[in-house]
């Protein structure tokens, strides 16, 4: 019998800084295969909510839970072993090697056969295979042999989601994907975002600024406002509360 649960839940998770509550008392639930966008005005506390989750900060109260276990007191890499990815909030490339061989790195990490950068790729035929297959996903594949410093914007974003996907998480969590990109660029990112959606044993977590990005994508939104829950629900029907409204458009709808 399929596992019914969802797969990450934050219950009352809460941060603060001093006098000052940045996430307050949030609880969400996350079902297998969906892709929620979390909005809000700014500062309202996406990202800080995505820290808690991802494990970059530490919760003052509360608990975040995967596939029923929590993991509110481990580690980002513990949190990341156990299935949680993120990407966009920092850069993690290594910039004087390869597009391959950061992804390599990364497969290498996965299969537990450490890190050894003076090893023979050649040696590691599997972990090449699997680079390159993930290469080819993002468009990358004719890249791969660049120092990722030589790359465009647009193509080390691609890399950063080659890197997620090499990680084989079973969250995947994107921090305004398209934010310095060009109009040009945004389509590609989306297909990509797209295809990991299409995989109904993956969740996706994704804030995001732009509304068409969110009208895309989103299967469900929730709208975070001075660090508290306020909407939850579909994309339609959040879109077009005030609050939302106002953040990303600048005033609130007329009244009928």
């Known amino acids: 019998m399929a596992d019914e649960r969802p797969i990450l839940e934050t219950s009352d998770l809460t941060i603060r800084f001093g006098g000052h509550v940045a996430v307050d008392h949030v609880s969400c639930s996350f079902d297998r295969g969906t892709l929620t966008a979390i909005v809000g005005p700014n500062g309202a506390g996406k990202t800080t909510y995505f820290n808690l ?15 029923g276990e929590n993991i509110t007191r481990l580690s980002v890499p513990e949190r990341t072993d156990r299935g949680i990815g993120r990407a966009f909030q920092l850069t993690n490339l290594f910039p004087t090697l390869s597009v391959r061989e950061n992804v ?63 990680l084989g998480p079973q969250v995947l969590m994107f921090d305004e994907p398209t934010a310095g990109m060009s109009v040009d660029e945004v389509p590609v990112i989306l297909e990509l975002v797209r295809k990991l959606q299409a995989d109904m044993d993956r969740t996706i977590l994704l804030v995001e600024h732009k509304m ?25 029907e959040v879109i077009a509360l005030p609050v939302v409204q106002e953040a990303y458009l600048g005033k609130a709808p007329e009244a009928a």
């Open 53 to 67: 989750i991802s494990g970059q900060l530490k919760a003052t109260d509360g608990a975040v839970t995967l596939n």
């Open 104 to 166: 390599r790195l990364v497969v290498q990490s996965r299969a537990r056969k450490g890190f050894d950068l003076f090893s023979i790729a050649e040696s590691h035929v599997e972990l090449l295979e699997r680079a390159n297959h993930v290469l080819a996903e993002v468009r990358l594949i004719d890249q791969a042999d660049q120092a990722v410093s030589a790359l465009p914007h647009g193509d080390q974003r691609k890399l950063e989601v080659a890197l997620l996907i090499a």
């Open 212 to 236: 068409d990005v969110i009208r895309s994508l989103a299967d469900r939104i929730i709208v975070l406002h001075n660090g508290q829950l306020v909407a939850d629900g579909d994309p339609a």
